[in-house]
């Protein structure tokens, strides 16, 4: 499907205003990070602590309905998670103040006037303590620095070094304006954002590495043409196939956001900003980084 035909657009010449925009939105993802480090954002219960009470039922009950009692029932910042097999429902709220102890008979009491044919009583109670939630925050930035890593490697050994600082950075780019967003939101950061930060590294390296490998092709093609003309011709060419494989992707997220569930409700929304971003900087950051970083060393060799 070719959604522009024989596109001429001249995205180098543009690649100071990107760097100026995309700057801006990395430096704003860096502040997020030191304000999630030092515990100034929306954490939720994975990396702020909380108390995990189970809750066991004499018949099964829908998670939809049980989120709905306890946020009728005035309880807020929890997450969900069905253990059907058991007729039990894990509930995990954040921690807010001296109100820990007390979650405890408020989660019975809303749930014994919401269920009370089905018997809800407490299984177990957990309190998950400070020291796990600054595990698991350093683990999530090692999680996501191991994956830029690895990135690194491949496209330096599948193109040449400097193309695997480009898509690293290109990488490292969309994570941080995807974290950005969610920190000027104010919307929660937690596991599942993680996770939708590495789904969105993975497709942004994807998209990037299309467009490196019409780049290479056309290098070794068009020897007599500026280093700067053939990558605007390489962008161009693969134009269609790139807008075509983002809306895929965006009408499939979109598809989630409005149908998902509040449970993937986030995920979906950040896989929403991740393609816009990620197609972005397989355009505007990844190639001109390649170029910024010298222009005679990318040429093929005879």
Do not use: C
Not at 1 to 29: Q, T, V
Not at 66 to 78: H, I, N, S, T, Y
Not at 231 to 242: D, F, G, M
Not at 254 to 262: K, Q, T, V
């Amino acid at each position: 499907m070719e959604l522009i035909k024989n596109p001429n657009l001249d995205f180098m010449g543009k690649r100071m205003y990107a760097f100026i925009f995309s700057g801006a939105l990395s430096l704003l993802g860096l502040f997020a990070v030191f304000a999630i480090a030092n515990g100034k954002a929306n954490l939720g219960v994975d990396f702020a602590g909380g108390t995990a009470v189970q809750i066991k039922f004499t018949q099964g009950v829908p998670l939809h309905d049980v989120r709905l009692a306890l946020e009728k029932g005035g309880l807020k910042d929890f997450d969900l998670q069905d253990l059907p097999s058991e007729n039990k429902v894990l509930i995990r709220v954040k921690k807010q103040e001296e109100k820990l102890g007390g979650f405890t008979e408020m989660i019975t009491q809303i749930l014994a006037q919401s269920f009370a044919d089905k018997k809800p009583v407490v299984d177990s109670t957990t309190e998950i303590g400070p020291k796990v939630g600054s595990r698991l925050k350093e683990d999530a930035l090692w999680a996501v620095l191991y994956a830029i890593i690895g990135i690194l490697a491949y496209i330096a050994f599948r193109f040449k070094f400097r193309f695997g600082v480009g898509a690293t950075i290109a990488t490292f780019h969309d994570v941080l304006a995807v974290l950005a967003v969610f920190f000027v939101m104010g919307k929660e950061i937690n596991l599942i954002l993680l996770s939708a930060l590495l789904t969105i590294a993975g497709y942004s390296l994807t998209d990037t590495v299309v467009v490196f490998d019409r780049v290479r092709e056309n290098l070794k093609k068009y020897l007599r043409e500026p280093v700067e003309a053939v990558v605007n011709r390489s962008i161009n060419e693969v134009l269609s196939r790139t807008i075509v494989t983002s809306l895929t992707v965006f009408l499939s997220a979109l598809a989630l956001f409005l149908f998902g569930g509040e449970v993937i409700h986030d995920f979906a929304f950040a896989m929403l900003i991740g393609v816009i971003i990620g197609t972005y900087s397989s355009v505007f950051v990844a190639s001109p980084v390649v170029i910024l970083l010298g222009k005679k060393d990318i040429r093929a060799k005879k």
